[in-house]
């Protein structure tokens, strides 16, 4: 069956301007994680939603970061007014309700480039 | 707050040569552990996890042991293939509380395998 999928695979944009990043979880995966992957600071983890409930935002570096799940399925993380430390691999997973023992499945990722 | 370190890489090593990928976690409550593996240009896979103090995960020949005593979960493994050149990350996930029980992971070990 189909994996989690992201796009756009890559992205380079210029400090400043606002980016979307879009995920499609697996179907019937009602878990969906985004994380950050950049150098020196590794991986870490930026949002999750579960169902209907109110995201678990804590992860967000700062206000210019927003994400949003619509019907429970794709998810967009909006970075606005990019600076250059934006700049790493979004990655995007998706689970079954969030049991310790559930998977997370990971997407390959968007790579963000801040000029 | 929960944490991993592991071994600092990058890890060097020829075919057949054994494998310890050293990892230790600070944790507030009782997590699940897990090894993710990033091959060349894919998306993170899981390699083996362990819910369970003195549990063992294994697959593909990669084994780690959850050691509850010296808070660690070292990848091995007794035969390393060129295949296996990769990025492994150590992970952690809480069990034991309502939060977004997202992964905590390590920074990364690189291991090339060299013919």
């Known amino acids: 069956g189909a994996g989690v999928s992201q796009s756009p695979s890559n992205k380079v944009t210029e400090k400043g301007k606002d980016v979307e990043l879009r995920c499609d979880p697996i179907?019937?995966?009602?878990?969906l994680y985004w994380y950050r992957q950049s150098l020196g600071q590794g991986l870490e983890f930026l949002i999750y939603?579960?169902?209907?409930?109110?995201?678990?935002k804590s992860g967000l570096p700062s206000d210019r970061f927003s994400a949003e799940r619509t019907g429970g399925s794709v998810s967009t993380l909006t970075i606005q007014r990019t600076q250059q430390e934006d700049s790493a691999v979004y990655l995007c997973?998706?689970?079954?309700?969030?049991?310790?023992?559930?998977?997370?499945?990971f997407g390959p990722g968007t790579r963000l480039t801040v000029l | 707050g929960n944490s991993v370190t592991q071994m600092e890489g990058p890890v060097t090593l020829s075919e057949e040569a054994f494998l310890t990928i050293n990892c230790t976690y600070t944790a507030t409550g009782y997590p699940s552990l897990f090894w993710y593996v990033q091959y060349p240009g894919e998306g993170l896979q899981l390699l083996l996890k362990?819910?369970?103090?003195?549990d063992k995960g294994s697959n593909k020949g990669f084994e780690a042991t959850y050691r509850k005593e010296t808070t660690s979960f070292h990848l091995e493994k007794g035969s390393v293939q060129v295949s296996d050149s990769a990025v492994y990350f150590c992970a952690l996930r809480e069990i034991s509380s309502g939060s977004a029980r997202q992964l905590t992971f390590g920074s990364g070990t690189q291991l090339t395998v060299l013919p």
């Open positions: 362990a819910t369970k103090a003195d």
């Open positions: 179907s019937g995966h009602t878990a």
């Open positions: 939603f579960q169902g209907n409930s109110a995201p678990d």
């Open positions: 997973a998706s689970s079954l309700p969030s049991g310790a023992i559930n998977e997370q499945f």
